[in-house]
């Protein structure tokens, strides 16, 4: 059975994680993805955290979203370079980029320019602002993001202040994002026959999934502030709890798993007890509720009360560690992460995070050294043996 996107080849200029996040997802779904990088690669191969996988030039962050994608290095300041690049657009179904806006303009291969040479083209560019705007030239990274967003003003407790999400959940949205455009506009071009060009905005991807929060505000002015662990529902027994060393997400939000939680702590009288007949009195009583639970889960370790919680049908989970989630059965049983070859032994990636029923995603070919797949990329481009050898002795590739 294809992939969905199999025969759909992709230009893919894309550096850092937003975009290459984005067109990974296009990968693991059959698009033949050509990573054109700098020579010597992107600065992303070069991690913090292991200098052992970062001196190849892999960076296990770069690692996880540059599987099943071919490479070739250029040097976009040499015309040699754009000449080729205007070659392999002609034959491609998408060019994506997240440079700043106007970079590859001045390069001369942008949209206008590409277009020109192929009208079914599909470019996407992904940047932190968009291609207009007042803020469309500075620089943006993820913490920039969160912090202009809003996302760092509901983010941690009242005390500390505004916190940053521990994970780059802005590149990830304009990632995701950037892949659902694109296939957007694969599937308007199946009954236009035509390409375009798409301004993916980091910023407004995150507001769009914010849309619940600036609804909220856009009509009835109320502003979220820090609510630390606690649900925005507000539910007291939709928050965090102490098991002994270890903690306790409970995600307690109706009447009927209210009643589950009661049950489960031996605590059925409670329930007629007039301070927690209800949610406001709930919330009222908050400090009295809290203490009567974790007295409650001092008795057990939390893999007893993960077990019986969830036997008595009130929604808990235990915090785990990346360690530990990979290792949740759950996960295991759906074969979330997958296993490659390399060159560097066997790496055990994240492929997408959906299943479909015929032709779904796969990690089928490991991340690679920049130009690993320079020669054939030309070749097929129609660029001859000598033509290819000229390029590598100049230096072009």
């Known amino acids: 059975m294809s992939k969905p996107f199999e025969g759909v080849r992709v230009l893919d200029f894309t550096q850092v994680f937003a975009g290459p996040f984005g067109t990974f997802q296009l990968a693991l779904l059959g698009a033949d993805v050509i990573k054109v990088e700098r020579p010597g690669g992107e600065e992303m191969r070069n991690g913090p955290l292991s200098k052992e996988w970062s001196d190849r030039g892999m960076a296990p962050g770069w690692l996880a979203i540059n599987a099943n994608k071919r490479n070739i290095a250029l040097d976009l300041k040499d015309p040699e370079s754009i000449e080729i690049v205007k070659r392999l657009a002609a034959k491609a179904d998408i060019v994506t980029e ?9 390069l001369g291969i942008g949209y206008e320019a590409l277009s020109a040479i192929n009208p079914s083209l599909i470019y996407c560019a992904v940047s932190g602002f968009g291609q207009n705007g007042p803020e469309r030239n500075t620089p943006s990274y993820d913490g920039r993001i969160q912090a202009v967003s809003g996302i760092m003003s509901i983010t941690g407790h009242e005390g500390t202040g505004p916190t940053r999400a521990g994970f780059a959940v802005c590149d990830a949205i304009g990632g995701m994002t950037s892949a659902f455009a694109i296939a957007s506009a694969l599937f308007q071009r199946t009954h236009t026959g035509k390409g375009q060009c798409i301004d993916v905005s980091m910023l407004d991807s995150t507001l769009a999934f914010l ?124 074969d979330v992460l997958q296993s490659v070859d390399s060159p560097f032994g066997e790496l055990n990636l994240i492929g997408s995070g959906f299943r479909l029923a015929h032709g779904g995603g796969s990690i089928d070919r490991p991340p690679v050294s920049p130009g690993e797949h320079a020669e054939e990329v030309l070749a097929e481009a129609g660029y001859s043996k000598d033509e290819i050898q000229d390029f590598r002795t100049a230096g072009v590739i």
């Open 211 to 334: 849309s619940p929060l600036v609804s909220e505000h856009t009509t009835t002015g109320h502003v979220h502030g820090q609510y630390g662990n606690q649900a925005i529902s507000r539910r007291p027994t939709a928050n965090l709890f102490k098991v002994g060393d270890d903690n306790l997400l409970l995600a307690v939000n109706t009447q009927k798993q209210f009643e589950a939680l009661m049950h489960a702590i031996g605590q059925p009288e409670l329930l007629e007890d007039p301070r927690f007949a209800d949610w406001h009195g709930r919330t009222e009583h908050e400090g009295a509720l809290r203490e009567i639970i974790e007295t409650a889960f001092a008795t057990a370790d939390i893999t007893t009360w993960e077990a019986r919680l969830a036997e008595a049908g009130a929604p808990a989970s235990q915090v785990r560690t990346i360690a530990e989630a990979v290792k949740h059965p759950q996960l295991e049983h759906r």
């Open 98 to 106: 997240n440079f700043r806006p106007g970079v590859m303009e001045r």
